[in-house]
């Protein structure tokens, strides 16, 4: 399992991710929702190690893979892991894509920088799993901008997957491309979940898909997790008052009924986090203590399988179990 234990990363001593902790088991899928600029992005580049020593600095009680060490891993040694045990697939394919090269010669350099040999056969087959079968042979003459977006995102997820990663952090994969492409590449990823194994952190805004596809929701706002817990709990008995506030723009848009439902006020910028609970500005239910510190995440579930950040989940039950 993915481990990550107290993340906090600093940007010009400006503390954007908090002390994130969460797990994602062995098969499963958990994602992360929150408002942009929340911190999904950078816990996922942070566990990858994606930034540069001077860029970010970067502590945390732990992140492991496994047996794997990643926290203490040298960047010789996260050679080894990107790629070959936890690959990322980027809101935008040309990020991950070189533009200079044809897509045969991407892939052939990643089986060579990971000494692996390749065999075109063996491609065209990945090429298959992610449903560009019929065109391979024309595919991996391209050059990226050369594709369209979905056949972009596509040879991204065969990339990722082909050399079989434990997991794989999906960083919004669908909100580049064409929205009628987006139930593709989500099936697509959900039947390399089931069919391969393969772990997925799923970043994402969308809390239907995130409802239909994950087994834990892990919910992000002013660098801190608020909320986290089994996709059960979360969707039918929020505790968090952003998390409830989330789910009421969410059922509005679904209602179709008046105008729609939207948070008031707006995110703070992390120059502004303060020892409080970032969401007291917008919350109809705060309190002057939460103004004064940060709340602790409070365990709700049998074994903590439900987390909410808030001095009110102290005096609320589950009702429902994850
Ligand atoms: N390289 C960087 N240098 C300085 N600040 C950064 C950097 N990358 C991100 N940030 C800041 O960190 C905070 C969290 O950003 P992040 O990209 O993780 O948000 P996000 O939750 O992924 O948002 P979105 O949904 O828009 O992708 C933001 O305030 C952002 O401006
Ligand atoms: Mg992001």
Redesign the pocket.
Known sequence: MLKVENLKVK??N?E??RGVTFTLKHGEILSVL??????????AMSIMKL?GEK??HISADCISLDDIDILSSSEADMQKVRGVQIAYIF?NPNDALSPNKTIRAQFKELFKVHSRTYNEQNVKSLLETVGLQVESEYILNMYPHQLSGGQAQRVTIALAISLEPKVIIA??PTSSIDASLTDVIVELLLSINKKLGISILF?T?DFDLASKISDEILI?YG?LVMEYGGKDVIFSAPQHPYTQELMKCVNSIHSREGLLYTLSGYAL??SEFKSECPFWYRCSLSENICKLEIPLLVEKGINGTHQVRCIRAVEVEDDVQS
């Open positions: 940007f010009n400006t954007v991710v929150g408002e942009s600029g929340s911190g999904k992005s950078v816990t930034y860029q970010a809101q960083d919004e970043i805004h992000l660098g910028d992390p």
